[in-house]
């Protein structure tokens, strides 16, 4: 799919960009309604999200922040569509690796400084244009790093405890995409994937 292709969901049209054989939306999710930064997401048949600092503008900017299990849309299948558009899916432990294996964070960030903090040396060579969205602390007591950082949920659980995710994260000033797990109650960003 070539990167002039765009994809209606939710009443919004997410570009798309191709790296090697992956096809990722270019933008961050931005689904569903705001709800505050203190109140957890629910199983309500309402997609829910935090936009950063309880500011809907920072959603139009930077996307949705989601609780694991609410883009998962409470399926823990590895590769759910989650709230993905039809024929996407959540981006998995597997699709990260294999784009982290031979790209920087540098390659992925946003070039430049118009949201990244100074010291951001990003080209975003692949296209992928990673913002720094911040997050949702996991119990609701605050927002944390807009500007800084950002953390991408995918869809694999960490096994050895349920309340787990495994999550990629990319900070101004570093080349390096850190793989680790989070509390699936935090708030973070996510891209999808194309089937």
Known sequence: MPNSVAV????????????????WLKENMDLGVMIMGNIDMTNNGII???????????CRIYGGLYQWDELMQYITLEDAQGICPEGWHVSTYTEW??????????????KGTSHWLTGNDANNSTG????????????????????EGNGFFNSL?????????????MYYSSSWILSGTK?????????????
């Not at 244009?129 to 927002?143: D, E, K, M, Q, V």
Request: hydrophobic share 30%.
């Open 8 to 23: 209606k969901h939710g009443g919004y049209l997410y570009p798309t960009v191709q790296i090697d054989n992956q096809c």
């Open 48 to 58: 829910e999200k935090y936009c950063y600092d309880n500011k809907p503008e920072n």
């Open 97 to 110: 690796e294999m784009l982290i294996a031979t790209r920087s964070a540098n390659e992925l960030k946003e």
């Open 128 to 147: 992928f244009t990673a913002l720094p969205a911040g997050y949702r602390i996991y119990n609701g007591t605050s927002f944390e790093m807009i500007y």
């Open 157 to 169: 659980e960490y096994s050895q405890d349920p309340l787990l995710a495994w999550d990629n994260t």
């Open 183 to 195: 509390w699936k109650t935090t708030g973070k960003s996510m891209r999808c994937v194309q089937d």
